[in-house]
Nanobody, 128 residues
Framework: QLQLVESGGGLVQAGESLRLSCTTNGFSLDYFAAGWFRQVPGKEREGVSCISSNGHSTNYADSVKGRFTISRDYAKNTVYLQMNSLKPEDTGIYYC?????????????????????WGQGTQVAVSS
């Protein structure tokens, strides 16, 4: 099965940047869309961004548009989330997700219930 391993979280001040990474293991074919979610205690997991299987199409939540960039490196089997101009409200646990049955995100990101493969989560904390 497709396995995901996340890293890159940390504690930063507002206005600084972080790059999260999600490495895929156990699945060699690039026939899946991938996305990033975030969650804070007591709230539902929130979609942040997603990318198509070929990397040509991306979508972003309005709250991060213009500040975050999702990308993928097929040679390294890794999906990235570059987070710039971080704000305190970006604080949360960030999860990578993938679904081999979905390749396109042109009509929008898959919901959290449509993804079946998840990483363990990496914590991001932004102080003011």
């Amino acid at each position: 099965q497709l396995q995901l391993v996340e890293s890159g979280g940390g504690l930063v001040q507002a206005g600084e940047s972080l790059r999260l990474s999600c490495t895929t293991n156990g699945f060699s074919l690039d026939y899946f869309a991938a996305g990033w979610f975030r969650q804070v205690p007591g709230k539902e997991r929130e979609g942040v961004s997603c990318i198509s299987s070929n990397g040509h199409s991306t979508n972003y939540a309005d709250s991060v548009k213009g500040r975050f960039t999702i990308s993928r490196d097929y040679a390294k089997n890794t999906v990235y989330l570059q987070m710039n101009s971080l704000k305190p409200e970006d604080t949360g646990i960030y999860y990578c997700a993938a679904e081999v049955g979905i390749t396109s995100v042109q009509r929008g990101c898959p919901t959290r219930h449509e993804y079946t493969r998840w990483g363990q989560g990496t914590q991001v904390a932004v102080s003011s």
